[in-house]
């Protein structure tokens, strides 16, 4: 008997561009909200946002696939990505919905940037992101250096107002 694997994506927009996440890489979605960005951040870093005494970097996706930035509401969401070495966020203009997908529909792609595959919806072709392979390891470094910063920042607030 042959068992088709379904997968499961969250389909997102930024900018007019669609993409996917596959669901087991996403911890959560929250609406906006306020984030704390320090001076001399990189343009790709929106801010940094307080998830429980949890800091958590949040990146433009609209920048890292090289386009504007939408403007910003008073829900556009946060996609909170699971990998907890990470601790990254994606700011996206929407999230549309999820979708099962058998895996045998799955398109390789050869040329590999943020997405090594795609999918097709509603005949568009989404490329389903990567988390690995969104920021550069010297981003990645950079990112973590501010988001330890931000950590002892809050950790200082909270003594202070204790």
């Known amino acids: 008997m042959n068992v088709r694997r379904q997968r499961d994506f969250l389909l997102i927009e930024t900018a007019g561009q669609a993409c996917a996440l596959e669901v087991c890489e996403v911890r959560e979605v929250v609406a906006m909200v306020s984030l704390s960005r320090p001076p001399l951040c990189p343009s790709i870093l929106a801010g940094f946002l307080n998830l429980g005494g949890e800091v958590i970097s949040v990146v433009r996706l609209a920048r890292l696939l090289g386009r504007d930035d939408p403007p ?91």
Not at 88 to 98: D, E, K, P
Not at 114 to 136: D, F, H, K
């Open 72 to 162: 910003l509401q008073l829900f556009t969401p946060i996609v909170v990505l699971r990998n907890p070495d990470w601790r990254l966020a994606l700011l996206v203009g929407s999230v549309q919905r999820i979708i099962s997908v058998d895996e045998s529909s799955i398109i390789s792609l050869t040329e590999k940037h943020l997405a090594q595959e795609a999918l097709t919806v509603n005949e568009e072709v989404v490329g389903i992101l990567s988390p690995p392979r969104l920021l550069l390891v010297q981003e990645q470094r950079r990112l973590a250096e501010l988001r330890e910063m931000e950590q002892r920042r809050l950790a200082e607030l909270q003594e202070a107002s204790a």
